[in-house]
């Protein structure tokens, strides 16, 4: 729209003192180029966008993520920075680098050649149903609910509910310990996030190197070989480091 405002939107950090670009990338409806700001061997992967707020819907998300697909084909030290930043002027961008570079100088070695990974562990409803009935508790509570009116089994159907996710909690642990645990020693860092939903056994990010993906991949492989029959698995990566970095930006820091 003619006359409207410009800024600068911010995908990532890199470590690189030349000036790069990423390639065009189409954002709501117009063509927008990638290019770098740079503070000694920091810069910052931008593109100036018209200034406003832009949802995170589907199409906007991937297009974050593509040009950070693009980026780590390229370079091997990249800090991700969330969706949806954007700064008034290159100027902001630059001051706002120059205040981050002690933690980017910090991070960069640590992050040099590795990717994040992450591993989802849903359980499939027909064996987690099976599993439910199989557990002496909860049978004994289900078997008094049926006995008893509604009103009276009440608080039964509370203990039901609470055995139940006390069986989810125990499977969640087994899957720890047989799929997660062995992963975790091959990776150089692990984090075990929230589930998010009632079936999720494991929701799990995982640091790694670049050279020891495909080692990692055949890992992962064998743990589902093993467990495909009561569970599925959802392998997602390469990502940027976002579960092991806490750099957050806002636009209120430019």
Request: aromatic content about 10%; charged content about 30%.
């Amino acid at each position: 729209m003619e006359g409207q405002k410009t800024g600068i939107y911010i995908f990532c950090g890199i470590q690189t003192e030349e000036e790069t670009a990423f390639g065009d990338f189409e954002m709501e409806g117009d063509t927008r180029t990638t290019f770098t700001i740079h503070y000694k061997d920091a810069a910052m992967v931008a593109a100036e966008v018209p200034m406003k707020i832009y949802h995170p819907n589907k199409q906007n998300l991937m297009m974050h993520q593509q040009i950070l697909a693009r980026v780590m084909k390229e370079n091997d030290t990249v800090i991700p920075i969330s969706f949806g930043n954007i700064f008034k002027s290159r100027e902001d961008v630059k001051v706002l680098l120059e205040n981050l570079y002690p933690q980017f100088e910090e991070l960069f070695p640590k992050i040099k050649g590795k990717i994040e990974v992450g591993l989802k562990v849903i359980g499939k409803k027909d064996w987690l149903r099976k599993r439910v009935h199989e557990n002496p508790q909860v049978g004994k509570i289900a078997q008094s609910v049926q006995r008893k009116s509604e009103a009276a089994g009440y608080y039964d159907r509370i203990q039901l509910g609470d055995a139940a996710q006390n069986m989810i909690t125990g499977l969640q642990k087994e899957i720890e310990a047989d799929i997660y645990t062995p992963l975790e020693t091959e990776a150089e860092a692990a984090a075990i996030n929230d589930p998010i939903s009632e079936t999720m056994l494991l929701n799990a990010s995982f640091l790694i190197n670049r050279d020891k993906e495909e080692k990692f991949d055949e890992l992962v492989n064998e743990a589902h070989d093993k467990w495909k029959d009561y569970t599925d698995f959802n392998y997602t990566g390469p990502w940027p480091a976002y579960n092991f970095i806490n750099i957050r930006l806002t636009v209120e820091e430019a």
